[in-house]
């Protein structure tokens, strides 16, 4: 009897924590590392250092949250960190007209570029991977056509104050992508296109099928994606005051992929986990920033970063399989 | 119509059999299309470049494009391979500029280490790519992204976080990436040689045809017999060893282990790939094709180049949108192929 409990215990356990792993493993790994933070880094807790890991993740959770509807559609979108780049020089080339104009003009390039990325997919039904690979290339060659190639200063007070003004107390700059983190959740959860977008990604064929409109939810999200990239494109000037088109967004597609993955949305689409896209976000971040205040080199970052992109998709993948 | 259908039962045989012949040769000319396009429109791209651009015809010229598509032509080389098996290698830029600093780095202890050193640490981390991918069924873009950021750590860790640029000492692998033969660099005979190995290998070896099998169709092959696991494994450590290669050879031009170049290297390596009509769903695809693919990307930058007041901005833009157009024509030519 006794020895029975004994035996099939650990089998429990271990079906428990392979279930429970994939949902809530992130949320495991952020805790254990702000306790870690809290005992062996100096500071950790000082509002200055908080306010300094939220304003510098803000842009990567916004990527990342265009970034996962489009995973969830079982699709890819490696043109944001160009979409950045564009938003971030059209800014200064319209600011004349005003702060409100220049921004229009940001998001209207960038939902351009989603309008292209969406056809391609949806319509003339190229792979995602291939359809925003053009404009990958093209976008940032575009900006710095644009530019010039030059960095431009951004003195505009009011666009200034986006980057780093306060309100009650947290940078605008974090309000801003809480308030798109909410509404994002909203459309997945409670919205038709959220769940019109979640039976494309689990299956695109019987979708058809059943009568969705499968190519506008499509083009729609990436529109979406592209849009959002153009706000962290934005704020991005904003918070450096000036506009760099050949430095803002550089790799942020991979920053924001692995935010998604991390997160615990698998890349086989039909499931969007929106506060697990920001866990992943703040548990890179949260890494990025351990591993520097004790002083550990960029490289091992790159590193530890890598294996726990690995771990991640290798404890997801159990979950399927089951 | 069906009225001389049904007086006249010779004829609706004889029409069916000259649509079905029509059908036939319009599938074979959309094919050809398909698989040489890329070849067709570098033809073209050639003749223009050469009637607009007197310098183009030189033959200086021709050996500098040769020369700049070495390091490319390898990496798309190996991409090639993987996606036939229907995967994607996202670390071959990291492994290019790796590679490089490696090489540069050994280069101190003769010849043979600057060319077998970046081999074994590429060909290393595309054994892990291809052990993760075979073995715990991840998907290949992950599994290869974070080798991307593992490969870069790697080679910040060994070039005091990419300040340190190591000299190639050697001066014989110094001669090998300026030097040339018949009026054509050393490192263009090489990955010649080495493409024309790929080529065989692919078309006339099991594992080829192993590699077309694991693409076309993973379930099937595996119940055919094909040694799915061993050839994707194959094809990871093809394309790290090639990645790892290139980078040794421009560190031997260039003359030093250069940690700064290489970012979006594997996606051109993949544009190339996809514009000389190798499909990203795999089963399909020539390296003929993503010789066509590659050169067409030096024509184009050299052109870009030439006009002077361009700069590489355009050729970004340029590169783009002649992606997305010769994928789309693709994707259409494959279209129209199934239909008939």
Known sequence: MSTEAVATRPAIDMARIRAWLPAYGVYAAIALLVLYNIAFTPNFLAWSNVRIQLIQVAPIVIVALGMALVIGTEGIDLSVGSVMALAAALIPLYLGYGVVAAIAVSLIAGAAVGVVNGTLVAKVGLQPIVATLALFVGGRGLALVISGGQLKDVRNPDLLFLGSGDLVGLPVLVWTAAALVLIIAFVVRRTVFGRRLLAIGGNRASSELAGLPVRRVLITVYIVCSVLASIAGILAVARIQSSDASAVGLLIELSAITAVVVGGTPLTGGKVRVLGTVAGALLMQLVIATMIKHNLRPSTTEMVQAVIILIAVYVARERKTR | ?340
Request: some cysteine; charged content about 10%.
């Open chain 2, 1 to 340: 119509m069906t009225q001389g259908i049904m007086s006249d039962p010779e004829a609706p045989a004889a029409v069916v059999a000259a649509d079905v012949r029509r059908a036939e040769r319009t599938d074979r000319i959309v094919g050809r299309i398909q698989r040489q396009g890329a070849l067709a429109v570098l033809v073209a791209v050639v003749i223009i470049a050469a009637i607009a651009f007197p310098n183009f015809r030189s033959f200086d010229n021709t050996a500098t494009i040769l020369v700049a598509a070495a390091p490319p032509m390898l990496i798309a080389l190996g991409m090639t391979f993987v996606i036939i098996t229907g995967g994607i290698d996202l670390s071959v830029g990291s492994l290019y500029v790796l590679g490089g600093v490696v090489s540069a780095y050994a280069s101190q202890w003769g010849l043979l280490p600057a060319f077998l050193a970046p081999l074994a640490v590429c060909g290393v981390i595309g054994v892990a790519n291809g052990l993760l991918i075979a073995y715990t069924r991840m998907a290949p873009f992950i599994v290869t992204l974070a080798a991307l950021l593992g490969a870069r750590g790697l080679m910040r860790a060994i070039s005091d976080e990419g300040s340190t640029t190591y000299l190639v000492k050697n001066s014989t692998f110094r001669t090998f990436g300026s030097g040339s033969f018949l009026g054509i660099g050393y490192p263009v005979w090489l990955v010649a040689v080495i493409v024309l190995i790929g080529i065989v290998m692919l078309s006339r070896t099991r594992f080829g045809r192993a590699a077309y099998a694991v693409g076309g169709n993973q379930d099937a092959a595996s119940l055919m017999g094909v040694p799915v696991r061993r050839t994707q494994i194959w094809v990871y450590v093809i394309s790290g060893l090639l990645a790892g290669l290139a980078g040794g050879i421009n560190a031997a031009k260039l003359g030093s282990g250069v940690t700064v170049l290489g970012t979006g290297m594997e996606l051109d390596a993949i544009a190339a790939v996809v514009i000389g009509g190798t499909l990203l769903t795999g089963g399909a695809g020539t390296i003929a094709g993503t010789i066509a693919g590659v050169l067409l990307l030096g024509v184009i930058q050299n052109m870009i180049n030439q006009v002077g007041n361009l700069n590489s901005s355009y050729q970004q833009v340029i590169s783009g949108a002649f992606l997305a157009v010769v994928v789309v024509a693709q994707t259409y030519l494959a279209r129209m192929r199934r239909v008939t």
